[in-house]
């Protein structure tokens, strides 16, 4: 049975090493030796991590681990010290400027924010790994447009891992102990360098000059700047809108709280706009109003099939003729997408289903606070989990549609990650002989460790893996036999012709594996398995021209969501994160549902 390395962490999580005595005897030719040796590698070193034209500071980080001796121990002592550079985190007065130069200069920002209402604020959950973070910003987007307000969006995200020692992250990054900064005990009884997390801008994560194009957005820095407040007093924590810190302005900005139990207390379901609903009979004495009660239980929205069987038609008649028969007794029908096994982990927005809700029980978000006058309408606490994408369900196709658009054209990460995807994605195709490769998420880390992983131990989990890319392979045989290729299920998609010009893999091909098992031994037991990394992939000139920021280990997963996007074939399971934003990245460019597996 294979074992892992005891104690074995992810190089974000690993001490420094500990200091090796050196081998060499004493002497003057020795000591010229020792000196000239450690005066060629800090050089070598210092090119390749400088890069060749480096006026800006150090901004490159190649793969070092290639060309460092696996065989033995070093003979010399290696000592970690943080780069000389200035801190790239501090918060920038500089506003962002979109690709064709078009600078949002903070009165643009202002002059855009007026056009509102006002603004809205909420309490983030930066504690969060990214892609759930990134689930409550696009719910934030929804809600902001349906209330004509800006949205206000943290100006940082926290990272929680780092690809090297983390003094080296911490020489880019602003580094924090998580449990201090975010208020909490999560990783309390992690050892102390697991507890470390980096501040990271939130324009490295997402496009906001893109995101501008469709909707009115602002960074906390720019608030804070428009209203005569010092940037440096954003508070982190768990990204909370602070009134008694944001709004010391003078004169002070007005402010209405929605409580966290009223935005969708026990029993009541939330949805965009109630008034599209002034169809539906308020009546609900009839026998059939206290059917449809009894069919649904203790859920809070019942499903379509149950709903069609209380009503006992026919499977002939048509979903539009049975909405108006529940319209006829007291119920509404709303429109939301289905999660991945029943559970609501992955937010995808590409399989569109309908649910029958009591009209009594919906609250609309419009209705109760689009009529709010003050300058800030601001949402307390958590409404993320157990919740449908968006956070509410919608009382038409033509808003649920809109809601998509936004999460799969709209909150797009930095063009220098799709680009270096697709020098991945050629990659892999030259790897495979110029054939479809497919691609597989395996979360470990922390699932391991709260019970949450697919399988317990490794063999099994690569088991499952490709048992599940053997199906696909057959997938992708059938769809290249036929010609034919379909989208998911989200409007205006085009369908990837690319999809039919490779031939299908063949028994036995690499596969690409995004995965946090960092352990040497692990990773060498995989690359046997037929998993190609990341690291096989990427070259020191792919990590000089992104950035800097690839150390970060949440970056370089959105990276690999971008390599997940691209890949013919992709399985991953249905309770991580990740694979809903990949799943949704595979949608957005027209892959074919067919091709995409979470269980």
Not at 106 to 123: F, M
Not at 209 to 226: A, C, E, F, G, S
Not at 490 to 497: N, Q, R, Y
Request: aromatic share 8%; charged share 25%.
């Amino acid at each position: 049975m294979f074992e892992l390395t005891p104690l074995a962490r992810s190089r974000s999580h690993s001490p420094l090493p500990a200091p090796v005595t050196s081998s060499w005897a004493g002497g003057r030719r020795n000591t010229y030796t020792f000196i000239a040796t450690a005066a060629a590698v800090g050089i070598f070193v210092n090119v390749l991590l400088m890069g060749f034209n480096a006026s800006g500071g150090v901004q490159n980080v190649p793969v070092i681990k290639h060309w460092l001796p696996q065989s033995q121990e070093p003979e010399v002592k290696i000592i970690y010290e943080p780069c000389p550079i200035k801190n790239t985190t501090a918060p920038s007065t500089q506003p962002s400027a979109s690709k064709d130069g078009d600078e949002w200069t903070l009165e643009r920002i202002k002059q855009v924010a007026e056009s509102t209402k006002g603004y809205y604020a909420r309490d983030y959950s930066l504690h969060l790994g990214w892609n759930n973070v990134r689930y409550i910003i696009e719910t934030a987007l929804l809600h902001s447009k349906l209330l004509d307000r800006t949205l206000v969006l943290p100006t940082y995200v926290y990272a929680r891992a780092c690809e090297w020692p983390i003094d080296v992250c911490a020489s880019y990054a602003t580094m924090v102990n998580r449990n201090k900064e975010l208020d909490t005990t999560e990783w309390a009884e992690l050892p102390h360098d697991m507890q470390m997390g980096w501040k990271v801008p939130l324009e490295m994560m997402i496009d906001i000059p893109h995101l501008r194009k469709t909707h009115n957005v602002i960074l906390m820095k720019d608030w804070l700047q428009i209203y005569g407040l010092d940037p440096s007093v954003e508070i982190g924590r768990n990204g909370p809108w602070w009134p008694t810190v944001y709004h010391n302005t003078n004169p002070p900005t007005t402010l209405h709280k929605i409580p966290n139990h009223e935005y969708d207390p026990s029993g009541i379901v939330r949805v965009d706009d109630k008034s599209k609903l002034s169809h539906v009979s308020t009546d609900t004495s009839s026998a059939m109003d206290r059917a449809l009660w009894q069919a649904m239980g203790e859920k809070i929205a019942l499903d379509w099939s149950a709903a069609r069987s209380t009503l006992g038609v026919s499977s002939e008649t048509s979903d539009e003729e049975v909405e108006k028969l529940l319209a006829k007794h007291g119920w509404a029908t709303t429109y939301t997408f289905i999660g991945a096994l029943g559970l609501e982990y992955v937010k995808t927005v590409t399989d569109h289903i309908r649910q029958a809700a009591p009209l009594k029980q919906i609250r609309g978000l419009k209705d109760m606070y689009g009529h709010i006058q003050a300058k800030v309408l601001y949402l307390e606490g958590e409404i993320h989990y157990p919740r449908k994408p968006g956070s509410m369900r919608f009382t038409s196709p033509e808003a649920r549609d809109m809601f998509a658009a936004t999460v799969l054209h709209s909150v797009q990460s930095p063009e220098r990650f799709y680009k270096l995807a697709q020098k991945i994605h050629d990659r892999m195709v030259e790897k495979v002989g110029g054939r479809m490769w497919m691609s597989a998420h395996m979360r470990r880390g922390d699932f391991v460790r709260l019970g949450w992983a697919m399988e317990g131990s490794l063999e099994r989990h690569m088991e499952r893996i490709k048992n599940r890319l053997e199906r696909g392979r057959d997938v992708l045989a059938e769809i290249h036999t036929s010609g034919k290729i379909k989208t998911f299920d989200a409007k205006g998609l085009i369908p990837d012709e690319n999809q039919l010009k490779l031939s299908p893999p063949k028994p036995g091909d690499p596969f690409y594996l995004a995965t946090d098992e960092k352990d040497p031994k692990a990773q060498k037991w995989l690359r046997e398995q037929g998993a190609v990394l990341i690291d096989d992939l990427l070259t020191i000139q792919d990590r000089q021209e992104f950035g800097w920021s690839l150390i970060v280990t949440d970056v370089l997963g959105v990276l690999e969501q971008a390599i997940l996007g691209r890949s013919y074939y992709f399985y991953a399971h249905a309770m991580s994160s990740v694979a809903g934003g990949a799943v949704n990245l595979r949608a957005a460019r027209g892959a074919d549902p067919r091709t995409s597996l979470l269980d």
